[in-house]
């Protein structure tokens, strides 16, 4: 599983138009052991913490995403319709996905619980029939012989509903998550962008005041005040990037989420039904022996 989810995320990244001319992702896929193993030594930020650390990071980050992106935490807010449209869909969407993949999840233990319990009664039945006739052990064989067949069927289906319904309804759960911390990074961005907006204002404000005065401060001020309009610049430019990013991103998240939520709920009503018809074939072919063995109690009675 560990293998196939790695699988996913490698191709996701090659398949994008912008990553897959990574150099992280060359290194990744081509680098020998033996430099993969000096560029850890040499890993500093969050690379170089520990899994408790990172939790705490990711935990962090979750208990801050609420407050930032509805504007709690910040004085301003971002003011744009089409944009509080996409907040309130991936929050809602957040939600409604969690919920189908609890709900996936139990489908998936109720498969396997289901298919032990086949194997189990299965192994009961057989034992059972050897102390029986021979017409009547013979069907009670077959009747534990197909129950512990539907119960390899079953644990194959609830494995096949694990990695093709189950996990990538739980990924499309931390991309939504992802989403999230992306717009908290939007909403520094912002308030970043205004409050140095503010200040470079004030500043020029304040300049225009000494120059009339002829302050002998003029220099000094006039040299912050460029320094604080290049920030407010790049604050500027910053957002707009983005902006402009994420606006690309979520188009492309849309078009995928369509087709992978497509192919999983295909995949999983086509695995529903190929069960249902083998289930029913199986028991179907067993009937004709057990209605033998039935007439055969009936007439010695």
């Not at 204002?201 to 401060?217: A, C, G, P, Q």
């Not at 004709?288 to 039935?294: A, H, M, Y």
């Amino acid at each position: 599983m560990r293998r196939q989810a790695l699988d996913i995320f490698v191709n996701r990244i090659a398949s994008h138009p912008d990553l897959q001319q990574s150099e992280d992702l060359k290194t990744f896929l081509q680098a020998e052991e033996e430099t993969m193993e000096r560029a850890r030594s040499q890993e500093t930020g969050i690379f170089k913490k520990k899994p408790g650390d990172l939790m705490q990071i990711f935990k962090d980050v979750q208990s801050k995403v609420s407050d930032v992106v509805l504007g709690k935490e910040k004085p301003v807010e971002e003011s744009n319709a089409e944009y509080e449209k996409l907040k309130h869909y991936i929050f809602e969407l957040e939600d409604h996905l969690a919920e189908a993949q609890k709900h996936a999840f139990r489908l998936v233990k109720r498969h396997r619980e289901l298919g032990q319990s086949l194997s189990d009664f299965g192994k009961a039945v057989k034992l059972l029939g050897a102390c029986e006739g021979k017409s009547l052990g013979k069907a009670f064989s077959d009747l534990g012989t197909k129950s512990e067949m539907l119960s390899v069927k079953l644990q194959k289906e609830a494995h096949n509903l694990l990695m093709n319904f189950e996990e990538p309804l739980k990924d499309y759960v931390r991309a939504v998550q992802s989403i999230k911390a992306t717009m908290v990074e939007r909403a520094n961005a912002f308030r970043q962008q205004c409050e140095l907006a503010e200040t470079t204002k004030l500043k020029e404000i304040n300049l225009d005041k000494l120059m009339l005065m002829r302050s002998d401060k003029v220099g000094e001020v006039e040299i912050e005040y460029k320094e604080l309009k290049a920030d407010s610049e790049e604050a500027t430019k910053r957002f707009e990037i983005i902006v402009r990013l994420m606006s690309e991103e979520i188009v492309r998240f849309q078009e995928q989420k369509t087709l992978d939520m497509g192919l999983a709920f295909h995949e999983f009503a086509k695995g529903q039904a190929r069960l249902a018809n083998e289930i029913a074939d199986a028991w179907r072919g067993l009937l004709p022996k057990l209605e033998s063995c039935s007439s055969l109690t009936h007439e010695s009675q």
